[in-house]
């Protein structure tokens, strides 16, 4: 029997079994503009209405942009960092390992879900396709011992096939979704599609996706294969 844990996106658990293997490493891809942020921190918000503690690491991004992101929809990140269930932290990179950082924010708060944003960022201070590989690797590992279910943010160049910015990020983790974005006029479409869910009989086609007020939310009656019985 394989553990669920909810992402918080309205009908995408029901593609999923029910929701991301416990103690997983989903990786959320896309271009730019493509919500992964969002998704990510739906699905941080998930866990802390279930009284998980959760870290959000940002490579890019500062913390209060982070948090910023998040009032839009109505998510009052910081009343949970205040109760000491959330953390949200900037750390560059080049400074320390980045291993050892995130678990040091996970065994501080005892966390059970954390992001990474994003992944991409790792990549820029690496020679080459063999040590990001390496790195990552590492990452995972320690997230897997920590305990925790994880999304880790990685990003497609406009116009590339890849779904990863230095196609290794997919083969190391154990969950792929992809989410697109097609502007036309003043429309705006939204898709993900489950490339890849270890575990998981998994939806296979690309379902739409809007953006509302509350977030993330799948469209019309989106359906999943038939169960299977995984021991």
Same mark, same amino acid.
């Given at each position: ?92 990179? *080049?400074?320390? /390992?980045?291993?050892? #950082? @995130? ?7 005892? !966390?059970? &879900? ?56 997919? *083969?190391?983790? /154990?969950?792929?979704? #992809? @989410? ?7 429309? !705006?479409? &939204? ?41």
């Amino acid at each position: 029997m394989v553990m669920r844990v909810s992402t918080g996106v309205p009908k995408l658990d029901s593609l999923l079994e029910g929701g991301l293997p416990e103690n997983s490493v989903v990786m959320v891809t896309g271009g730019t503009g493509t919500g992964k942020t969002i998704m990510s921190l739906q699905f941080l918000w998930e866990g802390l209405q279930k009284g998980e503690p959760c870290v959000y690491l940002s490579l890019e991004e500062e913390a209060e942009d982070i948090k910023a992101d998040g009032r839009q929809f109505g998510w009052d990140f910081d009343r949970y960092e205040k109760k000491g269930m959330f953390r949200v932290i900037f750390h560059d990179p *080049f400074e320390t /390992d980045v291993s050892s #950082v @995130l678990i040091n924010q996970i065994e501080y708060i005892k !966390a059970k &879900r954390i992001v990474v944003d994003s992944i991409s960022m790792l990549g820029l201070y690496m020679k080459d396709k063999a040590t990001v590989r390496k790195q990552l690797s590492k990452l995972m590992k320690s997230v897997k011992n920590s305990g925790c279910t994880a999304i880790i943010i990685s990003e497609i160049e406009e116009d590339s096939k890849a779904l990863s910015r230095f196609g290794v990020e997919e *083969f190391v983790v /154990d969950g792929v979704v #992809v @989410l697109n974005y097609l502007g036309i006029g003043d429309e !705006a479409n &939204r898709s993900l599609q489950i490339r890849k869910m270890r575990r998981t009989n998994h939806g296979k086609d690309i379902y739409p996706f809007k953006m509302t007020e509350a977030g993330i939310k799948l469209v019309g009656n989106p359906s999943s294969p038939p169960s299977l019985k995984i021991k």
